[in-house]
Every structure is written in C-alpha cells, then in structure tokens.
C-alpha cells in the first residue's frame, strides 16, 4: 500500500483507541499485538482485545481500539529474514 500523505500522526485517546497516519503497510496483528510499517519506521502496539477498527489504503490510516499497553518505534525490519541478517 502505497500513501498519499507523507504527515505521520500518533493520536491515542485514553489509551482505549490510537489512530495512526502515514502506515504503509500492516505486517500482521492478532488481539494481542499490531506490526505496522510506517514512514518513520516499523511500529509494534501491544495490549490485549486490539481490533483493528478502521483501514484506510488510500491515505494510510489506522484505527484500532482495545486496552494499548505499549506502542514501540523500530528502525529494524520485522519482516527481514534470519537468514537474511546471518548473510549481512
């Protein structure tokens, strides 16, 4: 998924519901945990009951709703293989 606006925008509200701008992509997510690709780097959401309510392709936008316990910001790619890394 290609986005349109370049702006990435992190609005969490009472740590019950985040929308993000400027995902490129969803690299998986299951009720506990969100791997997200952003324009400034992978972003992993943890809690518990997360569901995605909202997905927008066009402009790159995500809702999700749940209890979010914790958003982490990585410069490593979570879906590089390990063989991939042995081999660098």
Do not use: P
């Amino acid at each position: 998924m290609e986005t349109q606006s370049m702006n990435h925008i992190v609005k969490m509200v009472d740590r019950k519901s985040i929308v993000i701008s400027g995902i490129k992509r969803i690299i998986n997510f299951d009720d506990k945990q969100f791997s997200l690709e952003s324009n400034m780097g992978d972003i992993i959401i943890k809690g518990e009951s997360l569901e995605m309510i909202k997905l927008d392709t066009i402009d790159g936008n995500v809702s999700i709703k749940g209890s979010i316990d914790s958003i982490i910001y990585s410069n490593v790619k979570t879906s590089e293989s390990l063989i991939t890394k042995l081999f660098k």
